[in-house]
T-cell receptor
Framework: DTAVSQTPKYLVTQMGNDKSIKCEQNLGHDTMYWYKQDSKKFLKIMFSYNNKELIINETVPNRFSPKSPDKAHLNLHINSLELGDSAVYFC????????????FGPGTRLTVL | AQTVTQSQPEMSVQEAETVTLSCTYDTSESDYYLFWYKQPPSRQMILVIRQEAYKQQNATENRFSVNFQKAAKSFSLKISDSQLGDAAMYFCARNSGAGSYQLTFGKGTKLSVIP
């Protein structure tokens, strides 16, 4: 009965490849997020969707494309992977706006070789 | 850019003792929310405590409490009776206003607990 789940938990791939990370939440939340945590542990928002509509789109290379097929899912697709994309990617969800607590998934550690 | 500052990159505490982690932030909003998240070695982000800026009373959750000083824009976390399981990275975060979806995080404080 995991609240926010991500697959895979670990992803090792070569430069130039395309990969996807999937996120699902069973909390009935309206809003989902993608964060990137770099090697220095700094967490930064990348995207946010509310009811399948993109509401936050930070300065992220357009090689990153989020897709929300429904309210419970938010996937992250990354094209032409680069070494600098190596990081931990977290999915999160919340019932609504920033007054709501965000609940995080377990993270996906992406390593680009 | 609105920032959240955690001035202590690392701290340590003796088991059963009390430790305080500091956090300051800037904002032009009067109504906003503040959070402390814990990230143990498992890397799961776990909510520790949350404070609503319009509430003067400091939030508490069992051994965790905050000292919220709105005028000073300070939001410190106090951990009482520290346990080995409290060893983790602790992140302070602020949202950008009551209607905002965006959380801004500090750079984190790594807490070690000494047996």
């Amino acid at each position: 009965d995991t609240a926010v789940s991500q697959t895979p938990k670990y992803l090792v791939t070569q430069m130039g490849n395309d990969k996807s990370i999937k996120c699902e939440q069973n909390l009935g939340h309206d809003t989902m997020y993608w964060y990137k945590q770099d090697s220095k542990k700094f967490l930064k928002i990348m995207f946010s969707y509310n009811n399948k509509e993109l509401i936050i789109n930070e300065t992220v290379p357009n090689r990153f494309s989020p897709k929300s097929p429904d309210k419970a899912h938010l996937n992250l697709h990354i094209n032409s992977l680069e070494l600098g994309d190596s990081a931990v990617y977290f999915c999160a969800s919340s019932p609504g706006t920033g007054s709501s607590t965000q609940y995080f998934g377990p993270g996906t550690r992406l390593t680009v070789l | 850019a609105q920032t959240v500052t955690q001035s202590q990159p690392e701290m340590s505490v003796q088991e059963a003792e009390t430790v305080t982690l500091s956090c300051t932030y800037d904002t032009s909003e009067s109504d906003y929310y503040l959070f402390w998240y814990k990230q143990p070695p498992s890397r799961q982000m776990i909510l520790v405590i949350r404070q609503e800026a319009y509430k003067q009373q400091n939030a508490t959750e069992n051994r965790f409490s905050v000292n919220f000083q709105k005028a000073a824009k300070s939001f410190s976390l106090k951990i009482s009776d520290s346990q080995l399981g409290d060893a983790a990275m602790y992140f302070c975060a602020r949202n950008s206003g009551a209607g905002s979806y965006q959380l801004t995080f500090g750079k984190g404080t790594k807490l070690s607990v000494i047996p």
